[in-house]
């Protein structure tokens, strides 16, 4: 087993230890509980009752902070910060805590949904402004409406060479699947 023990993250002053074995991190759960104000006992048992946590949740050879060798309550990593969200307390430092990683978590995806109603607006503004210049163009510009009337019957064929196209790829398929 990689005993390789570094700090995982320094909160509050305190470190937050894993150990990588076996190509799985693993997250102490204790310093975590330590540092975030949160009552370890209770921690564990709600670990013990999560339908998914239970069943990955194990005991681990840590160094703690002075190298001493100790088996530590750890879970991979990779359930590190799903956990922390299903925690309940009223621990003003997880409370904090917690508030950091929603707003971590926003800015990661920056606010999805104002972000494409945002472009949805700014989409429609210039469409509306291209058509009333295409329509001032067009009704001052002869040149304009023949334009137009081009990239109208291109764009017509352009649907019927796809039509073809399919028809063409059909007519091949029911060809091969009768071979």
């Known amino acids: 087993m990689d005993e390789k023990?570094?700090?995982?993250l320094q909160f509050k002053g305190k470190n937050l230890l894993f150990v990588s074995a076996n190509g799985t991190i693993w997250v102490a759960i204790k310093p975590i509980c330590d540092a975030l104000g949160l009552n370890t006992n209770r921690i564990y048992k709600n670990i013990r009752e999560d339908f998914i946590l239970k069943d990955v949740v194990a005991n681990q050879p840590l160094r703690d902070t002075k190298n001493r060798l100790q088996s530590m309550v750890a879970i991979p990593e990779m359930y590190v910060y799903g956990w922390l969200f299903s925690i309940n307390s009223s621990s003003d430092v997880f409370q904090t805590y917690k508030k950091q990683c929603y707003d971590l978590l926003y800015n990661h995806f920056q606010?999805?949904?104002?972000?494409?109603?945002?472009?949805?607006?700014e989409k429609t503004w210039a469409e509306r402004q291209a058509k009333i210049i295409r329509e001032k163009l067009k009704s001052e510009n002869e040149?304009?409406?023949?334009?137009?009337?081009?990239?109208?019957?291109?764009?017509?064929h352009a649907r019927n060479l796809k039509q073809i196209d399919l028809e063409i790829i059909?007519?091949?398929?029911?060809?091969?699947?009768?071979?």
């Not at 023990?5 to 995982?8: C, D, E, P, R, V």
């Open 5 to 8: 023990i570094k700090n995982f």
């Open 170 to 179: 059909d007519t091949q398929l029911n060809l091969f699947s009768k071979s």
């Open 111 to 121: 606010g999805t949904v104002s972000k494409r109603s945002n472009e949805l607006t």
């Open 143 to 156: 040149d304009y409406k023949r334009l137009c009337e081009l990239e109208g019957k291109s764009l017509k």
